[in-house]
């Protein structure tokens, strides 16, 4: 089976009568949640039949349409919530995408996980903490594993190392851990420049640290950084700098680690509407990573798919009435106008998903269900729309 | 109602900078027990505080504290951090760090270095609900 309880999408999971083996933490709980909800129309019980017809209408007469998440659904699914987004003239706002737009672009380099564990000889993770967002990427493929050529591991052949703002459960197995000042990211990020070009960095950080750093990641040979996408995560635009410089010394690849299991399908898809020809990219349906497009509060109607976006934000950043399309019951589903349940993908819903790493995935379902999937749902409103 | 003398006292305050982080036993207790859950709620609450901080507002690990910053108010349990970062404080991701104005999706959430007033505290813990009302 394959777990859709982040992107590495693990393939080897087992299914059993004593639960689930292999599965980390988050997959394990993602399996075997019961946490499920009930069609609700304004906080009322109703049939699904009744939900899906107050959604409809409530698209309908939107004027400023937004549809967020994504990241949580088959790539099926995606297609279809596409679809009716061009639809209704919805814009699609796809959070923490950035990082996968810069890679299908060719902006930066990137490579496979496999690749990873065959290859990779320095690894940093870059605002990110893995052993708490993807716990098996290190196991599987990051640091633990010997690879084609790196039989000896972690142990010799690998350089972990965490750049954050915090001493995160990561760093505390990594060979060398940098904290970073909320205060004081840029200074870091530019004494760090500054050593990989040979320069003594002007810094009040330890300058032999910084200096030790670009020391080891000139030598890498096959280079990986894993990018994180939440709040300690560096602006995007001083990684593209960074990855431009190390390159002109050694050879890295960048990997973001995002939440959701399929949000790279979702930049995919979104890149090529936007690149097929005759779309200038201004048409009806829209991707942003929250930094541009139509502000949140603007938007009359939110839906949200797969995907808890008040749990995501400050208060009172929303005031259009609000669709939820999610297997679980979340914070944006209590108060949401409509709320239509859905199959999970992997688990009850069966479709494709790419992998972090731009592998397609197919995933199979786990067990049967009465629930709709979430396109299967898509799809009744893009008929009555 | 009978009043302390000690409540007509304003509670030390301290300056922190507010830093979030993912927490994987709360990411578990969001799926397992549902995001409305006691679980949920014990891993979601909670500042990881420098001792010298602590020190400073007066408070040991597991009281409560108000968070206050420019976009809310928010009540959490604080815990002693095993590390030292004075003037920094660790919150997990969701909604009670989040209604400090610390949002991943809200720009420019990746440069943020979200500055926040801590002291002790007399009211208890908001559940998720109540720290979102639309």
């Known amino acids: 089976m394959v777990c859709t309880g982040c992107a590495l999408l693990c393939d080897d999971v087992e299914i059993g009568e004593n639960g689930c083996r292999h599965a980390c933490r988050i997959g394990d709980a993602h399996i075997t949640s019961t946490n499920q909800i009930d069609p609700m129309v304004n906080q009322s019980p109703v049939d699904m039949d009744a939900a899906i017809k107050s959604a409809a209408e409530i698209l309908v007469s939107a004027e400023k349409p937004v549809f967020v998440g994504f990241g ?31 890679i299908l672009d060719g902006r930066v380099k990137t490579c496979t996980l496999p690749e990873v564990r065959d290859y990779a000889d320095v690894i940093i993770f870059l605002g990110c903490d893995p052993m708490n967002t ?34 995160s459960h990561t760093a505390s197995i990594c060979k060398e851990a940098y904290t970073i000042d909320p205060n004081r990211q840029i200074e870091f990020m530019d004494a760090l420049m500054d050593a990989l070009s040979n320069k003594v960095p002007k810094t009040t950080y330890d300058k032999k640290r910084i200096l030790k750093l670009a020391g080891t990641l000139k030598k890498a040979e096959f280079g990986v950084i894993f990018a994180g996408t939440g709040a300690s995560a560096p602006p995007r635009d001083a990684i593209i700098r ?7 010394s050694s050879d890295f690849r960048l990997l973001p680690l995002a939440p959701g299991y399929n949000l790279r399908s979702i930049a995919e898809q979104l890149r090529q509407l936007h690149n097929r020809p005759g779309d200038d990219g201004d048409g009806g349906s829209d991707s942003s990573s929250g930094g541009s497009g139509m502000d949140l509060h603007e938007a009359d109607c939110i839906l949200c798919l797969g995907f808890d976006l008040m749990n995501s934000l400050p208060a009172h ?11 679980n019951e ?19 819903c069966a479709g494709s998903a790419v992998r972090m790493d731009g592998e397609t995935v197919e995933i199979p379902l786990i067990r049967e269900s009465e629930r709709l999937s979430d396109g299967a749902i898509l799809k009744q409103l893009l008929e009555v729309v | ?26 990411t578990e207790a969001g799926l397992r027990h549902g995001k409305f859950s006691k679980e949920y709620q014990e891993l979601s609450a909670v500042i990881v505080l420098d001792s010298g901080d602590m020190a400073k507002i007066e408070v040991t690990d597991g009281d409560l504290v108000e968070i206050k910053s420019e976009a809310g108010v928010v009540v959490v349990r604080v815990k002693e951090s095993e590390k030292e970062h004075p003037g920094i404080g660790y919150m997990p991701e969701g909604a009670w760090a989040y209604i400090l104005g610390a949002s991943p999706v809200t720009p420019p959430a990746s440069t943020l270095a979200l500055s926040a007033k801590v002291g002790r505290s007399r009211q208890e813990i908001p559940a998720i609900e109540d720290v979102y009302r639309r």
Not at chain 1, 82 to 92: D, R, S, T
Not at chain 1, 140 to 150: I, L, M, T
Request: net charge negative; glycine share 8%; hydrophobic share 40%.
């Open chain 1, 330 to 348: 979340t914070l944006t589903s209590r108060y949401a106008d409509v709320v239509i349940p859905c199959a999970a993908g992997g688990i009850d």
């Open chain 2, 1 to 26: 109602m009978k009043m302390e003398f000690d409540e007509f006292l304003a509670a030390p305050e301290c300056g922190v900078v507010i830093v979030t982080y993912p927490d994987i036993f709360r």
């Open chain 1, 242 to 248: 960074l990855m431009d410089r190390l390159n002109e």
């Open chain 1, 72 to 102: 949580n659904s088959v790539t099926e699914a995606q297609a279809t919530g596409i679809e009716l987004a061009e639809k209704v003239g919805a814009e699609i706002k796809t959070f923490h995408t950035d990082i996968f737009d810069d």
């Open chain 1, 134 to 167: 993807h716990p098996r990427l290190l196991s599987r493929y990051a640091y633990y594993p010997r690879g084609e050529k790196r039989q000896h591991g972690w142990e010799e052949d690998r350089t972990a190392i965490t750049i954050d703002l915090r001493f």
């Open chain 1, 317 to 327: 950043g929303i005031n259009g009435k609000m669709i939820v399309i999610d297997p």
